[in-house]
């Protein structure tokens, strides 16, 4: 067990990718298999102890070197979060104006977070008030972004409403469609606006749940006529082909067969051409 942690250390030491929390778990873990082993037998434990204290000494130079590039990654973390800080101090001025768009605020927040902890720890000396500015600009940032969003909220629920009543007043005159294809893109405009209409507050979730049940009756209801009116026209269609089709076969027997009175054969040609007609 000591020669495999040793051999442990000797390979961490000549690692190219390794962590300081890796580095100090294997000293720790071999000093504690070590102290575990002895005695060690006599043949082996000057080799043994000389290998372990090489092995040792290569991965504490190695530690010190990952600390001390560790310590400058932190440090030179320190002009990048302040940039964030800067960045938040900026949006925070940006969702305090009247026309500020909150949803592109509510976004560039979430970006703004984001990026914060892609950058990385700072020196603890720096690091906890760095934190508390940034932590507390996105707090302030968030409630002004959530009082907008609100007022947002309920006005996509009057929307709703709204759409609700157009869809409901097409629906109630379903008997009185004339014009199908301009009603089917009305209600489909309808869908549309619904889709892309936002969040509602959560305190009336239940009403919105109940205007979209409404709503989807509605659409349904008229889809549902407009199949019937369709399906009305497809068997008009269908009896009209069997109605052309007869007339062909009757004018096709005319034109085939000698006429007896020529005069009366073209009188009934044209009593055909007027049924085609109609």
């Given at each position: ?9 000797e ?42 204290d ?44 009247e ?16 990026e914060w ?17 940034f ?39 379903l ?14 405009k ?14 009336q ?13 509605a ?9 019937g009116?369709?399906a ?24 085939i ?22």
């Open positions: 067990k000591a020669v495999a942690e040793c051999q442990k250390l390979d961490l030491a000549q690692r190219e990718e390794v962590s300081v929390k890796q580095a100090e778990q294997a000293l720790k873990q071999a000093h504690e298999v070590l102290v575990a082993a002895n005695p060690l037998p006599r043949t082996d434990a000057h080799k043994v102890r000389a290998r372990y090489a092995a040792r000494a290569k991965l504490v130079i190695r530690l010190h070197e990952l600390r001390e590039r560790e310590d400058w990654l932190r440090f030179s973390n320190v002009p990048k979060l302040e940039a964030l800080v800067q960045h938040a101090e900026q949006l925070l001025a940006a969702a305090g104006h026309d500020a768009d909150h949803n592109k605020v509510a976004a560039a927040l979430k970006a703004l977070q984001a902890k892609s950058v990385g720890p700072a020196p603890k000396e720096k690091s906890e008030a760095l934190w508390q500015r932590k507390s600009l996105c707090d302030q940032i968030y409630e002004r972004t959530k009082t907008a969003s609100d007022e947002e909220r309920a006005e996509n629920l009057r929307k709703k409403e709204e759409l609700v009543a157009q869809i409901e007043g097409i629906s109630q005159k008997d009185a469609v004339s014009d199908w294809k301009a009603t089917s893109e009305a209600v489909k309808l869908q549309a606006e619904w889709k892309s209409g936002g969040p509602v507050p959560g305190a979730r239940e009403q919105a749940e109940a205007l979209w049940t409404r709503f989807k009756a659409c349904d209801a008229f889809f549902e006529k407009r199949k009116h369709y009305e026209l497809d068997e008009d269609r269908a009896q009209n082909q069997r109605k052309k089709e007869e007339l062909c076969i009757r004018v096709e027997r005319l034109a067969a000698p006429a007896a009175d020529m005069k009366a054969a073209a009188e009934q040609i044209k009593r055909y051409q007027a049924e085609w007609k109609e």
